[in-house]
């Protein structure tokens, strides 16, 4: 549990971290301490990624200016700890995925907290009262990826078929509630709708992000990175594991994270202050999302 004095304001890096943020990344640590429970519970491996791990690297928790906590893991163990969680966990927290949370995307998998309020500016513009908007973390499965270009970009036709499908669902939600202008993104969900519903084209998604080679080189965050070099990481990077401060608790990380981070962000010690990726567009961590977006 945080100390009172990890709420107050303060400057990390040239940085204000507020108060509120505080109190966000606090909310953040109890869904990642749910997760570190099943995981222990059932023999599961998760990693800290990207920015995170860079944050537990670099500052011994959150970057200063971040706002999400983004962990990975090895295929096999994402879809274990996607059948296990949902039974696992308790009112306040929610497992949110495409087979529990209707209309959700399949490239990731969220642990949320529905007693706050967490919402995304595309969630804002598709929730309704059945759609979670709690504060969340991130967990994205890390598939096989063959170490041959070319079979990569074959790999990758049926991949991006069924990605440009889900976007056009995602743009068809935003003209129901938005009055967003038609179009082919639109048009192609549309045509691909008559065959399977959402569930089903999810499932067809994931299918084609999985290997058959199970035992390739290279891992990566395909579903949601697609195959960009930066996030292609040698599977032996991810064989050990060490446990490091993050905040007042601790992460699991790669123990060679070093050659990740170097990877993804080069010099990764140089700061370079940008904007989280999320930017919830509306966050309240005392007030439940049904009641914050009167739902």
């Known amino acids: 549990m945080p100390s009172d004095d990890f709420f107050l304001e303060e400057e990390r890096c040239g940085h204000i971290v507020t108060s509120e943020m505080k109190k966000v990344w606090s909310v953040q640590i109890s869904c990642l301490e749910q997760l570190k429970r099943i995981c ?4 599961i491996r998760y990693y800290a990624g990207a920015g995170t791990l860079l944050g537990a690297v670099r500052h011994s928790g959150y970057i200063p ?8 893991m090895l295929e096999e163990d994402y879809v274990r700890f996607c059948q296990i969680a949902p039974n696992e966990l308790e ?4 497992f949110q995925n495409y087979k529990t949370q209707k209309g959700f995307g399949p490239s990731l998998s969220r642990i949320r907290r529905s007693d ?8 804002k513009n598709i929730a309704d009262a059945h759609y979670n908007c709690g504060i969340f973390i991130d967990i994205f499965p890390l598939f096989s990826v063959n170490s041959n270009k070319l079979a990569r970009s074959i790999r990758e036709l049926p991949i991006l078929k069924y990605k440009a499908a889900l976007a056009g669902f995602e743009h068809w939600k935003k003209q129901q509630k938005q009055g967003k202008k038609f179009d082919l993104l639109i048009l192609y969900w549309k045509i691909m709708s008559i065959f399977m519903d959402h569930e089903k084209m999810s499932s067809n998604f994931l299918n084609a992000c999985s290997s058959k080679k ?3 080189t290279i891992v990566a965050p395909v579903s949601f990175t697609g ?3 930066r996030f292609l990481y040698d599977r032996k990077w991810f064989e050990y594991t060490m446990e490091m401060p993050f905040e007042y608790t601790t992460i699991s990380c790669p123990s060679c994270y070093d050659q990740m981070l170097r990877r993804q962000y080069g ?3 140089v700061f370079k202050k940008g904007t989280a990726m999320h930017s ?10 049904i009641v914050k977006l009167g739902l």
């Open 91 to 94: 009112n306040p927290f929610f």
């Open 280 to 289: 919830m567009a509306i966050v309240d961590t005392e007030t439940p999302y």
């Open 65 to 72: 200016w971040d706002d999400d906590l983004d962990v990975f």
């Open 116 to 123: 706050t309020t967490g919402c995304t500016e595309y969630e």
């Open 227 to 229: 195959y960009r070099e």
């Open 40 to 43: 222990e519970k059932y023999n």
């Open 214 to 216: 199970k035992d390739t």
């Open 267 to 269: 010099d990764y010690m």
